[in-house]
């Protein structure tokens, strides 16, 4: 085949998708596909309200992959026929008390700065744009084109597109099996061995564990313990945007969806492969907020959900040509993976059909973790397991 993606999650079938619009052959491998980040993820689409000022370089990225997302959902439920959630809702990220409140002025300035959209509000035109966030709050950001999408949603739709333009899924593990100093396919579960062109490896946390990489070049990547609440109120929806915040310095967010269910999130914790939920974790989830919308005490809880992250010593992806001839890496996308699927998919498929990386994904290629010698700096994950 031309391309086997290892990984089939948002990033793999989204990549796969776009590969096989180009007309390229691709087989999708996967032991779990169900098991990636993307099943806890919210789905905020939020470049501005989740700037850091020691991430600047990656806002560009952010905002471009979010310019591309109303047509690249429009296009991925015109060739699936599958809904994808995408909403274009908004964000508030609301101040707690004055301390946030002048954060969130830094903020703003900072985005304005960078020339990215965003709006102070007082604590009164914050209740009246979300009547239902605590009364005395002091005031909030407003990003107006910061959005969302159901990532459970949109990952079936991208499987159901890749389907119908010819893509492969096998369920299988799957180590690299390389020649001298290429890449020349995967062995799955079974023995059989798959020969490919290209071999993508986006397999999330699981990336630097995959077999067969040689000594040296597996990417630099570690699994962040990540837990989600699925709210469900009667009634008609209690919030218009994704609101979002920290409670005395822990930060918090609820995502509201189309048919009134809530998405609360998310703890972050570095817990090796653990998946198991916490308590702590959820206690403090439904503490902070009700204390942001004092109505979610009310609310059904309908699932807890556990994930594990893909980090990497900088939080930013890893997208483009790795170490050995015939990998690519798409990677280490940390809490931006849904939001970075539409320019990471169009990044590696330009990659494998032209042999040239985006500009925009260029400060991103994994050769920034590259040591004097040329390979790639190996991180031992004691608690590993393969993909």
Excluded at 42 to 65: F, K, Q, R, V, W
Excluded at 135 to 153: C, E, K, T
Excluded at 216 to 237: D, E, F, M, N
Aim: hydrophobic residues 45%; aromatic residues 4%; contains cysteine.
């Amino acid at each position: 085949m031309d391309v086997l993606i290892v990984g089939a999650g948002a990033i793999g079938a989204a990549s796969a998708w776009r590969c096989a619009q180009r007309g390229l052959t691709v087989t999708l491998v996967d032991p779990e596909p169900g098991r990636g980040a993307w099943h806890t993820a919210a789905g905020m689409l939020a470049p501005i309200t989740e700037l850091h000022y020691t991430e600047t370089p990656l806002l560009t990225l952010n905002l471009d992959s979010l310019a591309r997302y109303a047509s690249f959902a429009a296009e991925v439920s015109e060739e699936s026929g599958l809904p994808t959630g995408y909403r274009e809702t908004g964000t508030v990220a609301v101040a707690w008390d004055g301390a946030d409140l002048a954060a969130l002025r830094d903020l703003h300035a900072f985005a304005q700065r960078l020339g990215a959209r965003a709006e102070l509000i007082t604590g009164r035109e914050l209740r009246t744009l979300e009547p239902a966030v605590a009364p005395g709050l002091p005031g909030a950001l407003f990003a107006p084109g910061d959005h969302q999408v159901d990532p459970r949603l949109l990952h079936a739709a991208l499987l159901e597109a890749g389907r119908r333009r010819g893509v492969q899924t096998v369920l299988s593990n799957a180590s690299i099996v390389t020649d001298g100093a290429r890449v020349t396919g995967a062995r799955l579960s079974d023995g059989t061995v798959c020969s490919a062109g290209t071999v993508v490896l986006a397999a999330g946390c699981w990336s630097a564990s995959i077999d067969g990489l040689p000594y040296g070049t597996a990417p630099p990547i570690r699994p962040v313990k990540g837990q989600t609440l699925r709210l469900r109120l009667p009634g008609p929806p209690l919030l218009e945007h994704v609101v979002r915040g920290a409670v005395k310095g822990t930060p918090i967010y609820i995502v509201p969806r189309a048919d009134g269910r809530l998405v609360v999130g998310a703890s972050t914790e570095e817990a090796g492969f653990d998946r198991s939920p916490r308590a702590g974790a959820v206690y403090e989830l439904l503490r902070d907020a009700q204390s942001l919308v004092p109505e979610l005490g009310e609310a059904v809880l309908d699932e807890v959900c556990t994930g594990l992250r893909p980090g990497s010593p900088d939080n930013a992806p890893l997208v483009g040509a790795g170490v050995l001839d015939g990998l690519v890496l798409a990677t280490g996308h940390y809490r931006n993976g849904i939001l970075l699927t539409p320019v990471t998919a169009d990044g590696v498929a330009a990659l494998i059909t032209y042999g040239a990386l985006p500009e925009v994904l260029a400060p991103f290629a994994p050769n920034r973790f590259a040591d004097v010698n040329g390979s790639i700096e190996r991180h031992l994950i004691t608690n590993g397991g393969g993909t």
